[in-house]
């Protein structure tokens, strides 16, 4: 019996530039920041009730030329609304979520 990972591992991957990660740490240490090092365009998601510290990673984005907009999403059925929507999406180069 394979493992879910093995499943994964074994599907054709997709041509893609876009990038996939997890970034975890404690508050104040520069996660949502990083989002505006991302290249092209990027779309922040960000949890209203957690966070709220867009503005550091917008003025890095502008600085290193590089596009953020920022959409907060208030429970986890507006996330899935907006992740379901994003399947389609060819507009944004990454998506970062924060908050989770």
Do not use: C, W
Request: avoid cysteine; aromatic fraction near 4%; proline fraction near 2%.
């Amino acid at each position: 019996m394979s493992s879910l990972l093995d499943k994964v591992k074994k599907q054709k991957k997709p041509e893609s530039k876009k990038l996939f990660g997890v970034v975890a740490g404690l508050r104040l240490m520069g996660k949502t920041t990083l989002a505006g090092t991302l290249p092209g365009k990027t779309l922040l998601l960000q949890a209203g009730i957690l966070e709220s510290g867009s503005q550091s990673a917008e003025s890095l984005a502008a600085k290193l030329g590089n596009e953020l907009s920022v959409l907060t999403f208030h429970n986890m059925t507006e996330l899935l609304d907006i992740a379901a929507e994003l399947k389609t999406d060819t507009e944004y180069d990454n998506v970062y979520v924060d908050g989770l």
